[in-house]
């Protein structure tokens, strides 16, 4: 049972590096979510995808970009790395927008 | 300001005692979901509660949704050291696409 499979789990980047961080489902799901978890702020949503083909930004977009390649797979990139979006990145699914999340294990990411 | 704020942020109790969570707004909420998350992981639903005045129980979990939608509180009774967790409450709202908010978390530490 793989559920939501996220890579890598940790990434250094220098300031002004780019990378993309990749997140797949296997539950057939339409939604996904990309999300950032900071000390005490609980998760902060970046961008969704409701369905296949579409994105939106969610609460804290900018700095970020998002690509749905299929129904299974939803990326996240960062163009330039700033120290401020060092965090713990997680991929979540759902059937539909309001319906349970499924989530990964996360991205840890440190930017020096 | 987050809308949802969860409290205590950080409770640490010895094994065999009650506890209770608190997540409140001044928003209405369609449903609002309960998550727990240990370190090194995503967060795993607890529970979804949707109608007003909602009681769901789960073992020693006691989930209630206030009868206005717009708080929930979570019950733990004779709390287990494998109960320490991040406890994150979530509200989805009609008038935000259904998409979820999460509150900042509650840090629970049972001692044994």
């Known amino acids: 049972n793989a559920g939501v499979t996220q890579t890598p789990k940790f990434q250094v980047l220098k300031t002004g590096q780019s990378m993309t961080l990749q997140c797949a489902q296997d539950m057939n799901h339409n939604s996904m979510y990309w999300y950032r978890q900071d000390p005490g702020m609980g998760l902060r949503l970046i961008y969704y995808?409701?369905?296949?083909?579409?994105?939106d930004k969610g609460e804290v977009p900018n700095g970020y970009n998002v690509s749905r390649l299929n129904k299974r797979e939803f990326s996240l990139r960062l163009e330039s790395a700033a120290p401020s979006q060092t965090s713990v990145y997680f991929c979540?699914?759902?059937?539909?927008?309001?319906?349970?999340?499924?989530f990964g294990d996360g991205t840890r990411l440190s930017i020096l | 300001t987050q809308l949802l704020e969860q409290s205590p942020q950080f409770l640490s109790i010895q094994e065999g005692e009650n506890l209770t969570v608190y997540c409140n707004s001044s928003s209405v909420f369609s449903s609002l979901q309960w998550y727990r998350q240990e370190p090194g992981e995503g967060p795993v639903l607890l529970v979804t509660?949707?109608?007003?005045?909602e009681v769901k129980k789960l073992k020693r979990l006691t989930f209630q949704f206030g009868d206005a939608r717009k708080d929930s509180s979570l019950h733990i009774t004779a709390a287990q050291p494998g109960d320490t967790g991040l406890y994150l409450c979530a509200g989805a709202r009609w008038n935000a696409g259904n998409m979820l908010t999460f509150g900042g978390g509650t840090r629970l530490m049972v001692k044994p």
């Open positions: 509660v949707v109608t007003g005045g």
């Open positions: 995808s409701a369905s296949e083909g579409t994105t």
């Open positions: 979540a699914s759902s059937s539909l927008n309001n319906q349970p999340q499924h």
